[in-house]
């Protein structure tokens, strides 16, 4: 089945109903067949999810691209003793929250009198806090002389299979993970943390900090090529992907500081097979041992994988399909019954809107509004200021690449909530828009919020991002209108958001 290619980080899965091939984006959660026409939802794992990007190069094509490259840097082509190993190599793939607050003086010419009098300069000492996304990959198996210790730019563009035995193409191997994801994270916070230090503040101390990461691992392809000669031998690492050239080295190097030399002379003459071997158990590829040239069997860490599911999207209650737009709520269209596809600790309480007709210009934007615990409430009127009288925070429901200006909406329908009259909602039409944002993302970004807020106007805070554990949770749908660049909202007239932040 041929599917169309796309950019991007694209997942191939199959439909359930009819067996065609799809492809869903990185920010896939329900689709529709193209074939049979079945809507169906992806059911994301509690653990890791494990992909696999499938090589596109062919065996035949590997000495060729070798010998370009080889020609290219003028040096000695391949001969016919050429042999290959392939094998998928594991990259954990981190995607996380990024805090960043820079302490910089900031000068500025107020005047300048005459030629000869002296420059008049004022300086002002400002704080900028930013809040972005921030993803990663970083080597997840064993030190590999010669393979990337990250994958770079390229994994927000591959196109990946879930992982599976089944998907492992004939011939290749995959190797172990030996890196637990909470060492991989301290080696990914302590890094940041020494690039954000190189930056230094002009006053106070430059704070940088990541939070709520998510793990995913992509096995990668290889093919390890050894030319061997009486004289010599050559390793090359060729991307599986693009047919490159990544690294160049003998690999005997090692192995001839360390092993006496009649012995390396008969390895050198009786070189017929790779000296590397994996050996290969009966379960599925991360659970296999890498032999390294001194037969050091490296014994891996047991990481356990989550498998991605795809289900048809049906209502709960009744059974019809839902709709097919991506959503983390839906309302179905045959018995009116709330259906939240989010495993949850806590359920919706209220699904609420202003007590307002829209027009037909309206657009209702749905807000999570998370109702703190006691013992948080005094502690966040403080911090938002002796007029904030609420016990919430209101968080975007819907997506934006600007996780700044999220945080800053989030503020103002904060303060504003209690301004507004609320009733039950009766029915969902058209103008309702999609909701983008999971509660337990929501909860995340409150949390954030309120540290944002702290550091905003009190500097560091000694007792980090503390977790929120909402009384109880609404789901709030208020009505904006468009206002040349800016959308508006239709009943105080007071609270404004980019037009863009819709418009993503």
Known sequence: MTINKKQGFYINVTCPGCGAGLQLDS??????CDYCGSVLRVVMPDLPPAYLAK????????????????????????????????????????????????????ERLVAVETENSPEIVTKQEKSSLNVSPYSVTVSGGTKFRGIPESLGIRSESVHVEPFSSENIEEGFDALPVVKPWQQVWAYISSSVAIVGDIDRAAFGKNLTEM????????????????NYSTSNCQRYI?????????????????????????????????????????????????????????????????????????????????????????????????????????????????????DYEPDQNDMLLPFWSVTLPENKIKKMRFIFGGLFNSDSIVIPAFSSRNFDAIL?????????KNKFQLKPISDFKENYHNVEISLKEAIQLASLTLYREHISKFGKNKDGLEEINPRKVDLIYFPFHLENY????????????EKRMIED
């Not at 035949?60 to 082509?77: A, M, S, T």
């Not at 691992?217 to 390890?224: D, E, L, N």
């Not at 800016?486 to 958001?497: K, M």
């Open 27 to 32: 920010n896939f959660y329900v689709l529709s």
């Open 238 to 354: 060729v991307d599986g992907i693009s047919n490159r050239v990544v690294d160049v080295h003998n690999p005997l190097e090692e192995y001839m500081n360390e092993v006496p030399e009649d012995i390396i002379e008969s390895s050198y003459k009786n070189a017929s097979h790779s000296t590397i071997s994996i050996e290969q158990s009966k379960s599925s590829g991360p659970s296999k041992i890498l032999k390294t040239e001194t037969d050091k069997i490296i014994k891996p860490v047991k990481v356990e994988f989550g498998e991605i599911e795809v289900e048809f999207h049906r209502c709960h209650n009744c059974g019809v399909d839902l709709p097919e737009e991506k959503s983390f709520v839906y309302i179905c269209r045959n018995c009116e019954e709330l259906s939240s596809l989010e495993k949850s600790a806590i359920d919706i309480e209220n699904l609420l809107t202003c």
């Open 55 to 106: 090589s596109r190069v062919k065996q035949r094509e590997l000495k060729f691209g070798i010998d370009r490259y080889l020609k290219e840097n003028n040096l000695p082509l391949t001969d016919s003793d050429f042999q290959v190993k392939k094998i998928y190599y594991p990259f954990w793939k981190v995607d996380a929250t990024i805090l960043k607050v820079r302490n910089k003086i900031h």
């Open 486 to 497: 800016f959308f508006l909202d239709s009943v105080l007239n007071s609270v404004t958001l």
């Open 408 to 416: 800053r909406l989030a503020r103002r329908m904060s303060y504003a």
């Open 211 to 226: 939070f709520y990461p998510e793990f995913s691992i992509i096995y990668f392809p290889y093919f390890i090529c050894e």
